[in-house]
């Protein structure tokens, strides 16, 4: 099965409110990233983590290595938040390479 | 600081034809990798590379792709014979080592008819 489970694959929001995307772990994975998909395609990163959490603006990531999960919290979602979010991981194998989440497309509304 | 860039934006090959991606890291970073992205299986590692030096070569992706790194700037990805099958986004990322977040640039939309 997929080692990085991310949900959920769609999700609505009105302007102002907010939610979470979540992305569980099959196995202990040593760091997660977060990124946002921009209208040319390119992916923006948000946030990078080994531990904790961190914010920017409205937005807030936690990761727990342990528990094997990671969350990205929207809160008072705009417009232009819009768009397809992605998180992967990076296990502990010692190399550096990324295992992504299949993504969330989220859609914010008047 | 340039991010990473990549080259050509798009490409259309023909099945059978040999297509050669290119990509340029961030200054200074010493790992690179190559990701495919499709709707159905998302993003797939197909190569990395660490000081020049190929780490993972993609176990699946090994018949007809070939990842080099010729120096620390510049990496190209060899796709022979190409198939419909290719038809993809192709993802160049790079990081400044281990434990440090990766940068992607824009990709190359491959489409093979």
């Known amino acids: 099965g997929d080692q990085v489970e991310q949900s959920p694959s769609a999700l609505s929001l009105h302007e102002g409110t907010g939610s979470a995307l979540r992305c569980n772990f099959t196995t202990t994975m040593r760091a997660v990233q977060w990124f946002r998909k921009n209208s040319r395609g390119s992916l923006i990163n948000l946030f990078y983590l080994a531990s904790g959490t961190k914010e920017n603006g409205r937005l807030k990531s936690a990761f727990d290595s342990k528990e094997r999960y990671s969350t990205l919290h929207i809160r008072d979602a705009q417009l232009e938040d819009s768009g397809t979010y992605f998180c992967a991981a990076e296990d502990d194998s010692g190399y550096n390479k990324l295992t992504f989440g299949k993504g969330t497309v989220l859609l914010v509304s008047p | 600081d340039a991010g990473v860039t990549q080259t050509p934006r798009h490409e259309v090959a023909e099945k059978g034809q040999t297509i050669i991606l290119k990509c340029e890291p961030v200054?200074?970073?010493?790992?690179l990798f190559w990701y495919r992205q499709t709707k159905i299986q998302g993003l797939e590692l197909l190569s990395y590379?660490?000081?020049?030096?190929?780490?993972?070569d993609g176990g699946a992706f090994k018949d007809r792709f070939k990842a080099e790194m010729l120096n620390s700037s510049f990496s190209t990805l060899k796709i022979q014979p190409t198939e419909p099958k290719d038809s993809a986004v192709y993802l160049c990322a790079s990081s400044l080592d281990w434990g440090y977040e990766q940068y992607f640039g824009p990709g190359t939309r491959l489409t093979v008819l």
């Open positions: 590379f660490r000081s020049k030096s190929l780490m993972e």
């Open positions: 200054s200074g970073h010493n790992d």
